[in-house]
């Protein structure tokens, strides 16, 4: 007749290894977490987005991150004839848990990218291509009951880094709007500020945009949409 004779504490030294390896282990899951779905669902977000619109969706790279930046880089986008054209950078400055527990006091979010698109000659831009076709027996949804406020449970800022658009037609350049960069901003109390600034072509007219102002209290603080208070 065998007899264990591991000792009492021997037990539970080897069960507190134990339990230490399982945490480790599942503390470094949760770490890696945000690397492998950036690996993995890469090719998810390409379905996703190639699903929304009636053409091909490819990203260069996802990157994801606890607490630091979400970002989207080379995000390509063209309709079956390739005659629009989007690309896009994109980034959240707010870390993955402070978007999944809502803790966030501004969204912080940085775009930069181009669009290129044709007129077509029924007076249609290329872009309408993008769109998906509607179904024969799809219903129009009901329209949703609105209290008439715009809720924002947080501060919004947009970033942009660089944005160029292009309309061609048959005769060339119909309009063109270069290196947009500025930004903008609201929030709950606080006025939208925008500050933006381009270059622009209009057939061989040449210009320069620029925008910089604010409006002031027509979203209160609590965050409903308040027109009649409207300043700018």
Known sequence: ???NNMKPASKWKWLLIGAGALVLV???LVALAPMLVSSLGKGFVE???ASAVNGTATIQSLSL???GEQRITGLAIQDAQKTADVRLDAGCGNGLFDLATGSIGELRVQVA????AQMLPDGRTSLE???PPKS???KPAAPAKSSGGLDLPFGIALNIGGFDFTLTDAQGTAFALRGLKGSASIGRGKPLAIDLAA???VRDREGKLAIKGSLDRFIGADGALDLAALTG
């Open 47 to 49: 379905g996703q987005i």
């Open 65 to 67: 991150s606890w607490f």
């Open 113 to 116: 990218g181009s669009v290129k």
């Open 199 to 201: 270059s622009t072509q």
């Open 136 to 138: 024969a027996a799809s």
């Open 1 to 3: 007749m065998e007899t």
């Open 129 to 131: 291509n993008l769109m």
């Open 26 to 28: 599942l503390a470094s």
